[in-house]
């Protein structure tokens, strides 16, 4: 069975720093895209990083500049740098696998003042 599981959230300070993993199983992960999406409370889960089997990367424009999205296919990880954070970025983070069926349970990011 297909797994993703998110890790690395946590409470930071505007400006502060985090970087988030997930670790994917059951699947052929260097075949595909991988990306990063995020769900505040009431709102639309929206997409924040994408990135192809071969490292080429995507990024909406609300986290351009700010934000790393990276891959490592002996691993099967795929991570997210977030920096300069802002409290607009305070959300749910997922990892997903681009038109699958699977969602990791989610890691919690909170930016507060």
């Known amino acids: 069975q297909v797994q993703l599981v998110e890790s690395g959230g946590g409470l930071v300070q505007p400006g502060g720093s985090l970087r988030l993993s997930c670790a994917a199983s059951?699947?052929?992960?260097?075949?595909?895209?991988m990306a990063w999406y995020r769900q505040a409370p009431g709102k639309e889960r929206e997409l924040v990083a994408t990135?192809?089997?071969?490292?080429?990367?995507n990024y909406a424009d609300s986290v351009k500049g700010r934000f790393t999205i990276s891959r490592d296919n002996v691993k099967n990880t795929v991570d997210l740098q977030m920096n300069s954070l802002k409290p607009e970025d305070t959300a749910v983070y997922y990892c997903?696998?681009?038109?699958?069926?699977?969602w990791g349970q989610g890691t919690q990011v909170t930016v507060s003042s």
């Open positions: 997903h696998v681009p038109g699958g069926a699977y």
């Open positions: 990135i192809t089997s071969f490292g080429v990367t």
């Open positions: 059951g699947m052929i992960f260097r075949r595909g895209s």
